[in-house]
Every structure is written in C-alpha cells, then in structure tokens.
C-alpha cells in the first residue's frame, strides 16, 4: 500500500498550489481520504478530507473558503487545490486514508513541503 503526494513547493503569500496523492496497493474507494500538515516545531494537524463518496467534504476551520479538497476513485487519487496562501500555511502535508468503517487514518503518505513566503 502506497501514497504518493506531490505537488509542494516554494510560493509566495497570495499564491495558489495544488497538491496531489496518488494511491495504490489496495482500492480505495470505500475511504476516506484527506491531508494533514505539520508545520515546523508543530504537531500535524488535519487540514481536509472527503468521504468515499465523496459528498460533504470537510475542512479545519484555518483554511475554510481557501482550500478545496477532491477526488477521483477511478484514478484513487486526493487533490489539495490551496488558494490564497499564508505564511502560516508553511508545512509539510501528508495524505492520508481511512477505511470507510474505521477511526484511523491507517495508511500515510511521505509528505510534500509546502513553503510560503511573506
């Protein structure tokens, strides 16, 4: 089971990045699916995710109205579009999976750093 994210780089604050996650190893279309971020010296913290359905997606509220998470099962693969980026938006995000009956988010990926500058 792998994801693979990608998309991260250097931008400056207004900038938009998309980000994306290429999964594989098992099928995914019955979880969920999502990004979390840890930004330096912080602890990861979730960002977006959506359900195997891909209905009602959900964000934390720091990047409500900015990011927009989606999906395409026939591809298994999560996008992060980010607008309007901050410097607090400085990272390194993790996609990740959560069966569709369970709690956990169980399967990660590497990481891509996101870097905004003032």
């Known amino acids: 089971v792998q994801l693979q994210a990608s998309g991260g780089g250097l931008v400056q604050a207004g900038d938009s990045l998309t980000l994306s996650c290429v999964a594989s190893g098992r099928a995914f279309n019955s979880d969920s699916m999502g990004w979390f971020r840890q930004a330096p010296g912080k602890e990861r913290e979730f960002v977006a995710a959506?359900?195997?359905?891909?209905?009602?997606?959900y964000y934390a509220d720091s990047v409500k109205g900015r990011f927009t998470v989606s999906r395409d099962n026939a591809k298994n693969t999560v996008s992060l579009q980010m607008n309007n980026l901050n410097t607090e938006d400085t990272a390194v995000y993790y996609c990740a999976s959560k069966p569709k009956f369970g709690s956990t988010w169980l399967y990660w990926g590497q990481g891509t750093l996101v870097t905004v500058s003032s």
């Open positions: 959506r359900s195997w359905s891909g209905a009602d997606p």
